[in-house]
């Protein structure tokens, strides 16, 4: 089946912009995560979704960022005033929640470049 | 304190080879589970291999197993018989508390794996 998709690919802003990224998760996956990757680094936690509601968002950096997914499915990473800072890749995964490994499956990113 | 410490920045490793990554760990829940996951230059990270802190056997999964030292917070990952298609990021994870209710995972800083024909 298809797996977690991303939109776009790739996005280029210029300072103080606002963009919005886009996460398609696995279908009947409950749960969605969103995850920032810098150059050299692993993914830090951002938000984490159970449903509509947003279940964990201690991860978000500060209040220009903000994440909503109103049916429970897809979900929407928006960024206000865009800095240099936050270029990185932006990895949304998904899991079902229902077995105790309760793997997370990840999409292949959005890279954001800040100019 | 690092949560997940991958001291290994780059290995290099004859196919057909072993091969070992190291992992430790830092938390001070009991219950915790412990990821490896794949990233090649795609970017997409691949699920490899899990463990709970109450399992007591090492997981194994096709040619990846766990090796997991509970008292010394260590948790490497060992691939059988590399493979070209092995060379990638590897990255440690760990989610602290419960499967359920403590959702998110914190990654390592990853090693970069690159198998030599």
């Known amino acids: 089946g298809a797996g977690v998709s991303q939109t776009p690919s790739n996005k280029v802003t210029e300072k103080g912009k606002y963009v919005e990224l886009r996460c398609d998760p696995i279908?009947?996956?409950?749960?969605l995560y969103w995850y920032r990757q810098s150059l050299g680094q692993g993914p830090e936690f951002l938000i984490y979704?159970?449903?509509?509601?947003?279940?964990?968002d201690s991860g978000l950096p500060n209040d220009r960022f903000f994440a909503v997914r109103p049916e429970g499915s897809v979900s929407t990473l928006k960024i206000q005033r865009t800095e240099r800072g936050d270029s990185a890749v932006y990895l949304c995964?998904?899991?079902?929640?229902?077995?105790?490994?309760?793997?997370?499956?990840f999409g292949p990113g959005t890279r954001l470049t800040v100019l | 304190a690092q949560k997940i410490t991958q001291t290994q920045p780059g290995m290099f490793v004859q196919e057909k080879e072993a091969v070992t990554l190291d992992c430790t760990y830092d938390?001070?829940?009991?219950?915790?589970?412990l990821f490896w996951y794949k990233q090649p230059s795609s970017g997409e990270m691949i699920f490899l291999i899990y463990?709970?802190?109450?399992?007591?056997q090492n997981a194994t999964e096709g040619r990846y197993s766990l090796n997991f030292q509970k008292a010394r917070k260590s948790a490497n990952l060992v691939i059988s018989a590399s493979q070209l298609g092995d060379s990638a990021m590897y990255f440690c994870?760990?989610?602290?508390?419960?499967?359920?209710?403590?959702?998110?995972?914190?990654f390592g800083t990853g090693t970069r794996l690159t198998i030599i024909p």
């Open positions: 995964a998904s899991s079902l929640r229902d077995r105790v490994v309760n793997e997370q499956f």
């Open positions: 279908s009947g996956h409950t749960a």
């Open positions: 979704f159970q449903g509509t509601g947003a279940a964990d």
């Open positions: 938390t001070s829940d009991q219950s915790y589970g």
């Open positions: 463990q709970g802190s109450y399992d007591e």
């Open positions: 994870a760990m989610r602290e508390g419960p499967s359920f209710g403590n959702e998110k995972l914190t």
